[in-house]
């Protein structure tokens, strides 16, 4: 069984950075993808970037791309999003989510494991 646990976030003025982790168990496989998404109140689940595993190919949404990087650290099974020049529209629950396929980055159901969630809120 796959296990996901969140740290990280918090509340920053715009302009400031954070960095997400998520440690990840369980995820045993050479191929397949993780993920950040995030919801903001009243809005649907969107995807915010993607790593594909094994060839560490990387997916961003257009509204984080040279702002938002996504890593991860193979040896110690953890994930990574160094969020930077936050912005108040960045505010949101992100959530750390694992695949076992190369279905479509930005779809949730692409995905069928998900971490705990963590707050990020960005003051104007």
């Known amino acids: 069984q796959v296990q996901h646990v969140q740290s990280g976030g918090g509340s920053v003025q715009a302009g400031g950075s954070l960095r997400l982790s998520c440690q990840i168990w369980?995820?045993?496989?050479?191929?397949?993808?993780m993920a950040w998404f995030r919801q903001a109140p009243g809005k649907e689940r969107e995807g915010v970037a993607a790593?594909?595993?094994?060839?560490?190919?990387?997916y961003y949404a257009d509204s984080v791309k040279g702002r938002f990087t996504i890593s991860r650290d193979s040896a110690q099974n953890t994930l990574y999003l160094q969020m930077n020049n936050l912005q108040p529209e960045d505010t949101g629950m992100y959530y750390c989510a694992t695949a076992k396929t190369y279905a479509t980055w930005y779809e949730p159901v692409s995905f069928d494991a998900w971490g705990q969630g963590t707050q990020v809120t960005v003051s104007s």
């Open positions: 790593i594909n595993i094994g060839l560490n190919r990387t």
């Open positions: 369980g995820f045993t496989y050479n191929f397949g993808r």
